[in-house]
């Protein structure tokens, strides 16, 4: 089955800066990669996602890039804020509706 | 409320107890999720249900079952549950996939479950 591995599992990094979290895939069935924000103790909210017929995908400060070919994407941060800080989870679907989470990174921006 | 609501939010429950967790969304989804989230672990698929027929089921102990009367509504029916299945459950609704393609899930607040 599909196993979805994420690094790093923390990131700290100052206001600003730019962070990046990378996820790995095995199945190449995998098509469609979205990205959840969990802030502490709420509930996993959807960021960005990108469908496998795209390489890049951008939302102002927020940006994803695919390489199918290595079976690796990831989420890129431009200009950090403290607000930013929470955990960022990827997943990979590999049919239908089962998405296979990685298991976190946990960002902390400071000032 | 909005969204995918989930009721209650926090669940305290013995070994032997038999309990109900209640998940509604009213963004006129017609698919619905359970997740368990752990401690230091990915969050797990449990179910998934397309128009109220359960279509996976990710090799869950029987000691949880899932119900979903309506495309709006789903329940996880807890029983006999054991300490490590403290955890906290989270429903997702979503679109139904109509091309194979992934569909974004909404998540709800989810239910904090500790077992005694």
């Known amino acids: 089955g599909e196993n979805v591995e994420q690094h790093p599992s923390t990131l700290s990094v100052q206001e600003g800066d730019s962070a990046v979290i990378k996820c790995t895939y095995s199945d190449s069935a995998s098509n469609y990669f979205p990205w959840y924000k969990q802030e502490l103790g709420k509930r996993p909210q959807l960021i960005i996602d990108i469908r496998s017929n795209v390489g890049e995908k951008k939302d102002q400060r927020i940006a994803v890039t695919l390489n199918k070919t290595a079976k690796h994407f990831s989420l890129h941060i431009t200009e950090t804020q403290p607000e930013d800080s929470a955990v960022y989870f990827c997943?990979?679907?590999?049919?239908?509706?089962?998405?296979?989470f990685g298991t976190g990174t946990r960002l902390l921006v400071s000032p | 409320e909005t969204g995918v609501t989930q009721t209650p939010r926090h669940l305290v429950m013995g070994m032997t107890n038999k309990k109900s967790l209640k998940c509604e969304q009213h963004l006129g989804h017609n698919a619905m999720y359970w997740y368990k989230q752990s401690a230091k672990k990915p969050l797990e698929l449990m179910f998934v249900?397309?128009?109220?027929?359960?279509?996976e089921n990710n090799s869950v102990p029987s000691r949880f079952s899932p119900e979903c009367p309506n495309s709006s509504h789903l329940f996880l029916h807890l029983h006999t549950l054991q300490p490590e299945d403290s955890a906290l459950y989270l429903c997702a609704s979503s679109q139904a996939p109509r091309t194979g393609a992934g569909e974004t899930q909404y998540f709800g607040p989810g239910t904090r479950l500790l077992v005694l």
């Open positions: 249900y397309n128009f109220k027929e359960q279509t």
């Open positions: 997943a990979a679907t590999p049919g239908f509706q089962k998405l296979v």
